[in-house]
């Protein structure tokens, strides 16, 4: 029996996994393949795509063996397995452990000291200083600086604080009370008492602490793009959120996206990624100052995230790249996203209520919303009443933690 040309293997069963079977089953006549620990609601009850729970997958020690032991048995059926991470984490284990996998996966990833050098706060913001790339005025704390950092910051109040990538999952695994993924601190108060939280928890990673940079959430920035495994980059697409979360456990993560054009910006960081060879996906934060009418890079996630599919509602489906790339050989020039798509995670009654700019308002209304999890093929009932139950959270979570970061800042 003759082999198909590829299998997509997706690691992970969130709405950026969902997101991206959706993309390969658009593309292409192929059934893609979701290995996680835990099925997560986002993947429960489709029918777009196979998926195998192993207990354990995301241990450094289980990883590795069992990605390998499902890329054997899958190789006897395709030609190529390429391999999507829909996580930091993930992206870390694989490029950690790439030559553990005997050649089998065919879409190359960026070297562990890339990864290690976008993780590391210091090391990515003097990467963008040598490149000519702005980022706002940042200070890394470790554990016994928590408290005596306030002494030397060289930055007023208010500021945010996060933990340092590299050091994100031993934080989920943590808990202390008032527990955020980010934190916005008015006061010199305010941040010691949730250093003094910290302090009695387990956590021993360091701390992120960066100046306000003043705009709401229409004043952030969210580019994706692809690099081929020259480093050449094939696709762009600048978003700009219009709605964020504000949940304690989903802070940070963007809930509402309008894709827009910036050929300039797109120019300067075509040039920053081909610089430094970066290859595959990157999902690039920034955020526009209306101080300086600069964009202040924040950081480069080596994979799509969770927001990504953003592109394909401007009409790039970033996985057709991939495949057409590595599967086929196909590269085209390069393309820049210069349409205007709305793409929501929430439903249209919170971007109405929450949405506090009036110009972004009105132009939410005109337009139609593309949303990852909706795919109009793929609903049965069991899949309608899931996501029905996440909306009607949303609605709650709304209620209970938002704030207008422009108006209290």
């Known amino acids: 029996m003759a082999k198909k040309d ?7 069963s969130d709405e950026n996994a969902y997101g991206t079977a959706r993309l390969f089953c658009e593309a292409y006549d192929v059934r893609p393949l979701l290995l996680c620990t835990l099925a997560l609601s986002p993947t429960r009850h489709s029918r777009l795509f196979d998926l195998e729970v192993i207990e354990n997958f995301e241990r450094e020690d289980v990883f590795p063996d069992a990605l390998l032991r499902v890329l054997r048995r899958s190789a006897s059926q395709y030609e190529k397995l390429l391999v999507i991470p829909c996580s930091d984490y993930y992206a870390g284990l694989l490029c950690r452990h790439f030559t553990h996998f005997e050649g089998l996966i065919a879409n190359p990833f960026n070297p562990p000291q890339m990864l290690d050098t976008f993780d590391t706060k210091d ?7 040598a490149h000519g790339m702005d980022y ?30 590299s050091n994100a999952t031993e934080y989920l695994r943590c808990h202390f009370e008032g527990q955020k993924k980010v934190f916005f601190f008015d006061t010199r108060e305010q941040y010691l008492t949730m250093v003094a939280n910290m302090n009695r928890s387990d956590y021993g990673g360091k701390l992120i602490l960066q100046e306000f940079v003043p705009g709401g959430d229409g004043a952030m920035r969210v580019l994706n793009s692809y690099s081929d495994a020259e480093g050449k980059v094939r696709a762009m697409c600048l978003g700009q959120p219009v709605l964020e979360y504000y ?13 827009r054009g910036d050929r300039a910006l797109y120019e300067k960081m075509q040039g920053f990624l081909e610089a430094i060879g970066y290859i595959g996906f990157s999902n690039i934060d920034m955020k526009f100052d209306r101080r300086t009418g600069r964009y202040l890079l924040f950081e480069i996630n080596p994979r799509l995230g969770r927001s990504s599919y953003f592109v394909r509602s401007a009409g790039i489906n970033m996985m057709k790249l991939l495949a057409d790339d590595v599967v086929y050989g196909k590269r085209e020039p390069c393309v820049y996203n210069e349409n205007t798509a709305l793409w929501s995670n929430v439903p249209r009654g919170i971007l109405k209520r929450y949405v506090s700019d009036p110009a972004l308002r009105a132009e939410l209304e005109r337009l139609p919303m593309d949303r990852t999890l909706h795919d109009p093929g793929d609903f049965n009932l ?9 909306d009607r959270a949303q609605y709650k979570l709304y209620r209970q933690y938002y704030f207008d970061k422009e108006k209290e800042r």
């Open 247 to 259: 949940d304690p456990k989903s802070v940070g993560n963007y809930a509402a996206i309008l894709s």
């Open 123 to 129: 090391k990515f913001y003097a990467l963008c200083a």
């Open 6 to 12: 590829f299998l997509p293997i997706i690691l992970g």
């Open 382 to 390: 069991k899949r309608l009443y899931s996501m029905a139950r996440v």
């Open 136 to 165: 706002p005025h940042t200070v890394v704390a470790a554990p016994d600086e928590r408290e005596g950092v306030l002494d030397h910051l060289p930055f007023d109040f208010p500021i945010v604080v996060k933990p340092e990538n």
